[in-house]
């Protein structure tokens, strides 16, 4: 079954980056993309990007300009997103998401990963 | 970038049936997907591709299109589908991914 693991919690302080990892499994990890969402605490889902394994592309949303990076490790079947110069703001609960045959249509997520920054 | 757009609360009786919508412009190229989130748990995909259940969601959830208007409608509404429901649809790009607001729903 198809499954993606990701880090643990984060506690950071603000200027500061954060790396979270999801390690994907159940299935052939080339032919999916990986797409990051977040939820800040009261607030709804916001798209981070996304990127390609296979190739190694990505799109990221325009609210994160140069802030954001993703990143893939076909060895180990694990997607990467660094998050840079945070700010309270960015404290929220981080999820990465599989699509189905639509890639758009996120049928699988991870446990998410909760960042807290904070000085 | 588009925007989609989501009353913020909606309710219902127990065993009544609510629709709750999303409007953009999107989304007379693109179709909804809806998630159900409940606190301290990962989204949950309803619906995708307009109108499909993934195996698992009641047959009680159904999605509808008409121009730029997406609506989920849940037909006797159960005390386990109070939740917060988002849309979602790629944005007129097509290569971005937006969600709507969130609808808080409330079984009565």
């Known amino acids: 079954q198809v499954q993606l693991v990701q ?3 984060e506690v950071k302080k603000p200027g500061a980056s954060v790396k979270v990892s999801c390690k994907a499994s159940g299935y052939t990890f080339t032919h999916y993309n990986i797409h990051w969402v977040r939820q800040a605490p009261g607030q709804g889902l916001e798209w981070l990007g ?6 190694g592309s990505t799109d990221y949303a325009q609210n994160f300009p140069d802030r954001v990076a993703m990143t893939r490790d076909t060895s180990t079947h694990t997607v990467y997103m660094e998050l840079s110069s945070l700010r309270s703001e960015d404290t929220a609960v981080y999820y990465c998401a599989r699509g189905g045959s ?3 249509d996120f049928h699988h997520w991870g446990q998410g990963t909760l960042v807290t920054v904070s000085s | 970038s588009s925007e989609l757009t989501q009353d913020p609360a909606v309710s219902v009786a127990l065993g009544q049936t609510v629709r ?3 409007q953009g412009d999107s989304l007379s190229s693109y179709s909804a997907s809806w998630y159900q989130v409940k606190a301290g ?6 619906i995708f591709g307009i109108d499909n259940r993934p195996s698992g969601i009641p047959d009680r959830f159904s999605g ?3 121009g730029i208007t997406s609506s989920l409608t849940i037909s006797g ?3 386990e589908d109070e939740a917060d429901y988002y849309c979602s649809s ?3 790009s097509g290569t971005h991914l937006v969600f709507g607001g969130g609808a808080k729903l409330t079984v009565l």
């Open chain 2, 77 to 79: 509404a159960q005390a």
């Open chain 2, 64 to 66: 509808s299109t008409s």
């Open chain 2, 41 to 46: 748990q990962a989204p949950l995909l309803v």
């Open chain 2, 90 to 92: 790629r944005d007129s």
């Open chain 1, 102 to 104: 639509d890639q758009w």
């Open chain 2, 20 to 22: 709750i919508t999303c």
């Open chain 1, 50 to 55: 996304m990127i390609n394994p296979y190739g």
């Open chain 1, 7 to 9: 880090s643990g919690a």
